[in-house]
């Protein structure tokens, strides 16, 4: 596990609530939506990628998804959402890792990253998480995977990113992904700033 990064976003979630990060959502709607668009049903095996203290799965439990994990490279942001579920946190697989480096014990049929991956600033971190979503992604899984937009932010939570465009993400992931929808979001965050999002959904070829 990096330890700078870790102990970056452990800072964050020691520092604030998760409805005070930027990229807080009451609903995820757009993540829902793509999730329910890959007809791979309530018994899908699906990874939060970077799930921090979303209320993704939340939502997803709420849906009846039955096989659900979150990973996310920060303690305090899981000891939230578990906080939050109470009881049903029993159901879902916790991973305290970096998304460039961890281990499961099974593949996944959905891999859902809103906003990691654009933090991945360096060439070989970005063939680090690649080389994770190929070992894990099932044959004929689907990822979706959320980043800035070419006209987005250059920053967040005080650190570069990445911003990408439809070509550019499936240049980064290979030939072995294809691209099979794209989708806008305007992000308003907690302070009243609107983010220009770009929502992907990739197929294993």
């Known amino acids: 596990m990096e330890p700078a990064r870790k102990a970056h976003w452990d800072k964050v979630y020691h520092d604030r609530r998760p409805e005070e990060v930027g990229w807080y959502q009451a609903i ?17 095996r699906i990874l939060d990628v970077g799930g921090g203290a979303s209320r993704l799965v939340d939502a997803l439990l709420e849906r009846g998804y039955r096989q659900l994990s979150v990973l996310d490279i920060s303690a305090p942001a899981l000891k939230y959402v578990q ?23 099974h593949e996944v049929d959905i891999w859902h990253d809103r906003a990691v991956f654009h933090f ?29 937009a070419p006209d987005g ?17 499936a240049e980064t992931l290979g030939a072995k992904f294809r691209l099979i ?25």
């Open 153 to 169: 932010p250059d920053r967040c939570s005080n650190l570069p990113v990445v911003r990408y465009s439809a070509e550019a993400l």
């Open 28 to 44: 995820p709607e757009r993540s829902l939506a793509l999730i329910e668009a890959t007809g791979l049903g309530l018994d899908a």
């Open 83 to 105: 906080a939050r579920l109470g009881p049903q946190a029993g159901k879902i697989e916790w991973v305290e890792a970096d998304a460039t480096d961890f281990t499961l014990t």
């Open 181 to 205: 929808e794209t989708s806008a979001e305007q992000h308003l965050t907690p302070s009243g700033t609107r983010q220009p999002f770009l929502y992907y959904r990739f197929r294993r070829r």
């Open 120 to 148: 991945l600033t360096e060439a070989a971190d970005r063939a680090a998480y690649v080389n994770q979503l190929d070992r894990y992604l099932a044959p004929q899984g689907q990822a979706i995977l959320a980043a800035f």
